[in-house]
């Protein structure tokens, strides 16, 4: 009984630290007509190839936020507004962020390496 809490215990402080060496990156679409993804206060144009935590806020109810590429296609929704945060794995290639509605106008996209 005493080995699976310790093994609980452990466990336990493992996690945190895991997902803390995560990079995180942060998707905001709204309130305007802007779309934009950072790591810190940089704009994303090049990423390695890993697991990433995003946090998105979506700040309008007329704007999404939709990041596509290699394996990933994840998207908040039109008229929803709040945060959300998403675990995915990078691959090699190109992705894309856009708002749906206005893809034309309000968009971006990053290589993975």
Do not use: E
């Amino acid at each position: 009984m005493k080995l699976v809490a310790l093994a609980a215990i452990v466990a336990a402080l493992l996690v945190p630290s895991a997902l803390a060496a995560t990079p995180t990156l942060t998707g905001t679409v709204g309130p305007g007509f802007t779309i934009t993804l950072k790591k810190g206060t940089a704009k994303v144009t090049k990423l390695k190839a890993g697991a990433y935590v995003i946090k998105v806020s979506d700040k309008s109810s007329i704007h999404n936020f939709r990041l596509k590429g290699p394996g990933v296609n994840k998207a908040t929704t039109v008229g929803g507004t709040g945060t959300s945060t998403w675990k995915v794995t990078l691959k090699k290639g190109k992705y894309t962020f856009v708002c749906d509605p206005h893809a034309s106008i309000m968009k971006g996209s990053f290589t993975v390496s």
